[in-house]
């Protein structure tokens, strides 16, 4: 075999001949291509952050979970009807012409995104992301059915078993039911989950609503029982770009290296000092509690999640060995350099980046609320006749055609009186629709309208006349509508010049 060949052989397996000296033999070197994941233990841990991760999960679920089960007015309280074009949030209906509300929440949420992360890190990763939610969960139930890190280390390492088998698929079959069910709520938002139970139990769902059902339980299953810790490391790209909103007065999870260092092993009773020792006893539990399976003595990584589990059990070793908590704590860049206390930091939160973020995420918000309430809930289309632009129905009298279509969107039914205003250059105005006025408009429906304007334009005028068409409610409880349930329109009157 030749040298080339056998240097590409050698390859393909991984190994690479090299010479550490010219002349000398040949040595090889392994270099792998790519980093086989090791499967992480997480081990449990109690405390204050601890408790508000557990706070968070509930919150988020029963909020997930008993949300779609709500009713409001007799339809489902929270349902996005893609088929229909209309979401319904509580007491509000959207229609595709409220998509400016969707861009405006979107940009909110990237706003509070970022602001967040200026502040305190990645809060939003630690305790309120869906991967760590549903993983904190899968966690818990592997710990049940399992036992805790010592257990399932060791059951991981036991031969194929009647035992291990029968634990095995205890836990995958909790999960695959959580995660199912995860699945048929989510895709409950979109089909009324009332509607959806019965056609799962007929079996006769539609090939969306199964499609769906399973991928999100798929996905749900996948990436909160087997990929956990990869999604936020290599899937998630907020890790990769968090550096970019991080600066020297951001709070994250730090190790005291002053305090800490040199680290090692000792008795309770021993004298750290005496013994040259920092406070840091180098138990590892701050690695064996962490999710992505780092040690953050090594300092910020873009694999921490901010989920503080690390300081929750390095508090508990603290407190066991009658030493101060806070070895591993939040705190800053420049604190951890300067010394300084806790009021000092947040005497540094309030800088030019924060104040930005908070000034225009509370624009955003204020003009969102304020838009919400100055709601219009009729909205119209006026679109012209294209086959005539302008006749001439009687001497010196003009009329055009339009076609209004007329939303209303509110869950009541109401009638409109459709009517011109604000005219100049034309007098005797007179509006003609082939629906008998005040217009029935049924509640979230639309109606199309056809609408003759005719009018005498003044002094002989030809060309264009701006008009208002002015749509507005005629109830005869009137006075129980808000002032704003009118609304106004902008279209033309073309008035046509004498024939050549």
Same mark, same amino acid.
């Given at each position: 075999?030749?040298?080339?060949?056998?240097?590409?052989?050698?390859?393909?397996?991984?190994?690479?001949?090299?010479?550490?000296?010219?002349?000398?033999? %040949?040595?090889?070197? %392994?270099?792998?291509?790519?980093?086989?994941?090791?499967?992480?233990?997480?081990?449990?841990?109690?405390?204050?952050?601890?408790?508000?991760?557990?706070?968070?999960?509930?919150?988020?679920?029963?909020?997930?979970?008993?949300?779609?089960?709500?009713?409001?007015?007799?339809?489902?309280?929270?349902?996005?009807?893609?088929?229909?074009?209309?979401?319904?949030?509580?007491?509000?209906?959207? !229609?595709?012409?409220?998509?400016?509300?969707?861009?405006?929440?979107?940009?909110?949420?990237?706003?509070?995104?970022?602001?967040?992360?200026?502040?305190?890190?990645?809060?939003?990763?630690?305790?309120?992301?869906?991967?760590?939610?549903?993983?904190?969960?899968?966690? !818990?139930?592997?710990?049940?059915?399992?036992?805790?890190?010592?257990?399932?280390?060791?059951?991981?390492?036991?031969?194929?078993?009647?035992?291990?088998?029968?634990?095995?698929?205890?836990?995958?079959?909790?999960?695959?039911?959580?995660?199912?069910?995860?699945?048929?709520?989510?895709?409950?938002?979109? @089909?009324?989950?009332? /509607?959806? $139970?019965?056609?799962?139990?007929?079996?006769?769902?539609?090939?969306?609503?199964?499609? !769906?059902?399973?991928?999100?339980?798929?996905?749900?299953?996948?990436?909160?029982?087997?990929?956990?810790?990869?999604?936020?490391?290599?899937?998630?790209?907020?890790?990769?770009?968090?550096?970019?909103?991080?600066?020297?007065?951001?709070?994250?999870?730090?190790?005291?290296?002053?305090?800490? /260092?040199?680290?090692?092993?000792?008795?309770?009773?021993?004298?750290?000092?005496?013994?040259?020792?920092?406070?840091?006893?180098?138990?590892?539990?701050?690695?064996?509690?962490?999710?992505?399976?780092?040690?953050?003595?090594?300092?910020?990584?873009? /694999?921490?999640?901010?989920?503080?589990?690390?300081?929750?059990?390095?508090?508990?070793?603290?407190?066991?060995?009658?030493?101060?908590?806070?070895?591993?704590?939040?705190?800053?860049?420049?604190?951890?350099?300067?010394?300084?206390?806790?009021?000092?930091?947040?005497?540094?939160?309030?800088?030019?980046?924060?104040?930005?973020?908070?000034?225009?995420?509370?624009? *955003?918000? &204020?003009?969102?609320?304020?838009? $919400?309430?100055?709601?219009?809930?009729?909205? *119209?289309?006026?679109?012209?006749?294209?086959?005539?632009?302008?006749? /001439?129905?009687?001497?010196?009298?003009?009329?055009?055609?339009?076609?209004?279509?007329?939303?209303?969107?509110?869950?009541?039914?109401?009638?409109?009186?459709?009517?011109?205003?604000?005219?100049?250059?034309?007098?005797?105005?007179?509006?003609?629709?082939?629906?008998?006025?005040?217009?029935?408009?049924?509640?979230?429906?639309?109606?199309?309208?056809?609408?003759?304007?005719?009018? @005498?334009?003044?002094? %002989?005028?030809?060309?264009?006349?701006?008009?208002?068409?002015?749509?507005?409610?005629?109830?005869? %409880?009137?006075?129980?509508?808000?002032?704003?349930?009118?609304?106004?329109?902008?279209? &033309?009157?073309? &008035?046509?010049?004498?024939?050549?």
């Amino acid at each position: 075999m030749s040298d080339a060949l056998k240097n590409a052989d050698l390859a393909r397996g991984g190994v690479i001949p090299i010479k550490l000296v010219e002349g000398a033999p %040949e040595e090889s070197l %392994e270099q792998s291509l790519y980093e086989v994941r090791k499967k992480i233990h997480p081990r449990s841990v109690s405390g204050w952050f601890a408790s508000w991760r557990v706070m968070l999960v509930v919150a988020t679920q029963l909020a997930f979970y008993g949300t779609v089960w709500l009713e409001w007015g007799g339809r489902q309280a929270l349902l996005f009807d893609l088929g229909a074009r209309k979401f319904y949030i509580f007491g509000l209906v959207l !229609w595709p012409q409220d998509f400016i509300y969707l861009t405006a929440l979107l940009i909110i949420s990237a706003l509070s995104l970022f602001l967040f992360t200026a502040v305190a890190g990645r809060l939003w990763c630690g305790y309120a992301c869906p991967q760590t939610v549903y993983t904190e969960i899968f966690m !818990w139930i592997e710990r049940k059915i399992e036992g805790d890190r010592g257990a399932r280390i060791r059951l991981d390492g036991e031969a194929l078993s009647a035992r291990k088998l029968g634990l095995k698929l205890a836990k995958h079959g909790v999960w695959a039911a959580l995660a199912f069910w995860t699945g048929l709520t989510f895709v409950g938002y979109f @089909t009324p989950i009332r /509607e959806l $139970l019965p056609g799962l139990a007929s079996f006769s769902l539609g090939p969306w609503e199964t499609f !769906w059902v399973l991928f999100y339980g798929f996905a749900t299953y996948g990436n909160a029982g087997w990929m956990r810790e990869q999604v936020c490391k290599y899937m998630c790209p907020y890790a990769r770009f968090q550096s970019a909103m991080f600066d020297p007065d951001t709070m994250i999870i730090t190790y005291d290296k002053a305090r800490g /260092e040199p680290r090692g092993g000792r008795s309770r009773s021993a004298d750290n000092k005496a013994l040259g020792l920092g406070d840091c006893v180098d138990c590892g539990i701050c690695v064996q509690v962490c999710p992505t399976g780092i040690d953050i003595r090594n300092g910020l990584q873009y /694999e921490c999640i901010g989920c503080a589990a690390c300081i929750d059990g390095c508090n508990q070793v603290m407190a066991k060995m009658g030493y101060a908590k806070g070895l591993i704590r939040y705190s800053t860049e420049n604190a951890l350099k300067n010394g300084w206390d806790f009021r000092q930091i947040l005497a540094h939160a309030m800088r030019p980046r924060v104040l930005i973020y908070a000034a225009i995420l509370a624009a *955003v918000v &204020i003009a969102m609320a304020v838009s $919400l309430l100055l709601r219009v809930p009729v909205k *119209v289309d006026v679109i012209r006749d294209r086959a005539s632009l302008g006749r /001439e129905v009687a001497p010196g009298r003009i009329e055009n055609i339009y076609r209004l279509q007329v939303m209303n969107t509110t869950e009541q039914p109401h009638r409109f009186v459709v009517r011109v205003a604000d005219v100049h250059a034309l007098e005797d105005i007179e509006v003609l629709t082939d629906v008998p006025q005040p217009l029935q408009i049924g509640a979230v429906s639309t109606i199309s309208v056809p609408v003759r304007v005719r009018a @005498t334009p003044e002094h %002989e005028k030809r060309g264009s006349e701006r008009i208002y068409f002015v749509i507005e409610a005629s109830d005869t %409880e009137k006075h129980l509508l808000p002032e704003v349930f009118s609304i106004r329109e902008k279209s &033309i009157f073309f &008035i046509p010049g004498p024939p050549r």
